[in-house]
Structure formats: C-alpha cells, structure tokens
C-alpha cells in the first residue's frame, strides 16, 4: 500500500533552517509529482511546494526563495530544505501526493519556529 513517511521536523530559531524528509513507498515514485503542504493551527492546509516528475518546481510567492524541493529517486524520497524560516512558517508539514485519482497524505512533522 502507499505509505508516505515524514522526518525532519523540529524546532529552530527564527533565520534557521531544517530539511524535511519524506520516504514513499507502495507506488512507482520516479513517475509522479509530489507535493509538501502545511498546516498551522486555526489555518487551512496549503501548499508550500510541488515537484513533477521530470523535476519541475513550483512554490507560492510565501516560500518562494526560501524553500527548496527536491526528489531522489532511486531512494524513493522528496525533501524540503527551508531556509530564513519564520514564526509564520511553524507548521505541521505533510508530504503529499496524487495517485490515480486518490489522494494520499503522510503522517505529517511538526516545525516550529521560535526563539
């Protein structure tokens, strides 16, 4: 089955950086786009940024500069380098992706921004 496995989240100074991890398994990774998502508490789930599968990128104006995705196929994994964070960033971030139709999400890793 498809599993999506995030890691990586954590606390960290504002101006800081993580890199956000996730594992994929259960589908043929190298052939679809993957996306990471956020969520802050009181807010609505949106998305911070997409990879196709030929390595397209796309971010909205809030990351954009500061995030970084990226894939690895032959380890069936995407990450999220995230750099000059900012409270406004704290977050829990799930890994995402859409498969024939379904849509399916990680667990999801807390990030906190905070001094």
């Known amino acids: 089955q498809v599993q999506l496995v995030e890691s990586g989240g954590g606390l960290v100074q504002p101006g800081g950086s993580l890199r956000l991890s996730c594992a994929a398994s259960g589908f043929t990774f190298s052939t679809v786009a993957m996306n990471w998502y956020r969520q802050a508490i009181g807010k609505e789930r949106e998305l911070v940024a997409t990879i196709s599968n030929g390595g397209s990128t796309w971010y909205p104006d809030s990351v954009k500069g500061r995030f970084t995705i990226s894939r690895d196929n032959a380890k069936n994994t995407v990450y999220l380098q995230m750099n000059s964070l900012k409270p406004d960033d704290t977050a829990v971030y799930y890994c995402?992706?859409?498969?024939?139709?379904?849509?399916?999400w990680g667990q999801g890793t807390q990030v906190t921004v905070s001094s």
């Open positions: 995402n992706t859409w498969l024939k139709g379904r849509t399916f």
